[in-house]
């Protein structure tokens, strides 16, 4: 069976996405890289927001008109807040709940077996598997699920309570992944912070980093996303490890006390700034970014003002700016006080405009540095050979010129030429960088299932 997998939204989404494309050449079928391709496609949606729900329902259609033959199975948070609204999509052939898709690629083949160790048909190949754009790195879901109830939040209602794997599958998973050649792991979940608090441990994560870290040789570890209340005494010393990435994504959402109250949210001006001041007194060239939602029901220009002078006072190294756009089944959809389009439209630009110029500024304290960048794709080529993009340790994209065999190398790079969305690079002539100390003293996991 030829199948085309795609993926919109999240990394927990893209980490499902592998998950299922392991098991599929796992199973002996067939990756392609498009639906003309494909007998079966498999789409894992998004519902954070309306703008992704519409990009679902026209890939889908767009899919249908590529290959009429192929059948169309969508998964995902869309999937599961609104089934009916996209079974009437031309195209749809199954809407797959989040509930029965870690069991997806049974459904679609009854004889596959999810039970196999899934990294043995690797080490890393450049084009290793279709729907992955060409990642170096390994995005891997530790938990799912949420127990919290942000009010705008619709992905709570998609993917209901929250549940954690065992640490050691996702330790074994990590030690698989580091022998496979991959050189980062990124560890994603819902709510990456709850890690374990539904196994009674409420510093999950804290032990899960300090295992990965301590028992897989994994050259570089990231964490996605992570609630700012969920940073728990002490978690700031993982980063003695040089292996654990200076970025961390914590979500503010809001620079006022007024509207985080009307979001449900549990954090407040003075304890987020003191957060980022206690993460960067810790993380030397930390990378802070977060996420904003701009024209929330009742966001007064005082609120949003205040949302402006945080941000700029924090000075965050990145923004994803997000539009508030009501959501099917969440309070806020309710609330009273939304806004005008306009209004939300121009709050969003002045936000992204504040984005840039905090992230240029950021960018160019680093002019002149020397900084070790992980390749991951070509963008094009000139008279000085292919163009290459890649990632810092602190998480900006780099440009350089190099070799043909760059992909899923780490190189020491000298940096220069600041823009908002990164910096330009020299390879140092030394080439490749050398990986962190060896910290391997590997402790034989059984593979179990990573589902
Ligand atoms: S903590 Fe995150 S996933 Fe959970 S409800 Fe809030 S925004 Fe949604």
């Known amino acids: 069976m030829k199948v085309f997998l795609d993926s919109i939204g999240c990394r927990l989404n893209q980490s499902e996405i592998e998950t299922m494309a392991r098991q599929l050449l796992a199973a002996g079928h067939e990756l392609v890289s498009s639906a003309a391709e494909a007998d079966k496609v498999i789409l894992n949606t998004c519902a954070v927001t309306s703008e992704a729900a519409r990009d679902a329902r026209n890939r889908t259609r767009r899919m249908h008109r590529q290959n009429e033959g192929a059948e169309i199975i969508l998964t995902g948070c869309y999937a599961t807040v609104a089934p009916q609204e996209l079974a009437r999509v031309p195209g749809t052939g199954r809407v797959v709940p989040n509930k029965d898709k870690a069991h997806l690629v049974q459904i679609i083949d009854p004889q596959a077996r999810l039970d196999l160790p ?103 570890l990231r964490l996605s996303s992570l609630e700012p209340w969920d940073i728990t005494p002490g978690f700031f010393e993982l980063w003695d490890d040089p292996r654990l990435l200076p970025h961390l994504h914590l979500p503010l959402q809001s620079g006022s006390d007024h509207i985080l109250r009307l979001m449900a949210r549990r954090t407040r001006r003075d304890s987020f700034r003191e957060l980022a001041a206690a993460a960067r007194a810790h993380i030397p060239h930390l990378n802070l970014s977060t996420d904003l ?141 050398a990986p962190p100390p060896n910290h391997a003293s590997r402790i034989t996991l059984p593979i179990g299932p990573t589902s």
């Open 118 to 220: 899934l990294f043995d048909q690797e080490p890393i190949l450049r084009e290793f598997l279709a729907g992955q754009m060409g990642h170096t790195r390994a995005f891997i879901k530790v938990q799912d699920g949420c127990d919290n109830h942000c009010t705008f939040c619709v992905t709570t209602v998609a993917r209901g309570a929250a549940q954690s794997r065992p640490l050691g599958d996702v330790v074994a998973e990590v030690q698989a992944l580091a022998a496979a050649g991959y050189q980062e792991a990124v560890l994603t979940g819902v709510h990456l912070g709850s890690y374990g608090h539904d196994r009674e441990d409420p510093a999950g994560l804290f032990h899960l980093v300090r295992a990965i870290l301590s028992h897989s040789d994994i050259p570089r």
């Open 293 to 433: 939602i701009v024209g929330f029901p009742g966001e007064t220009e005082a609120d949003f003002a205040a949302s402006l002078d945080l941000v700029a006072e924090i000075g965050f190294a990145r923004l994803h700016v997000f539009s508030y756009s009501p959501r099917p089944g969440t309070a806020a959809a309710n609330m009273p006080g939304h806004l005008p389009k306009a209004v939300k439209k121009a709050r969003a630009g002045q936000m992204i405009a504040l984005g840039e110029s905090l992230s240029l500024a950021f960018h160019q304290q680093y002019e002149g540095a020397t900084r070790p960048v992980l390749w991951e794709s070509v963008v094009g080529a000139n008279e000085g050979g292919l163009r290459w993009a890649g990632y810092t340790d602190n998480y900006i994209r780099v440009l350089a010129n190099g070799p043909d065999d760059l992909f899923n190398q780490v190189t020491s790079t000298t940096l220069h030429d600041a823009r908002p969305d990164g910096l330009s690079g020299i390879i140092d002539g030394a080439g490749r960088a």
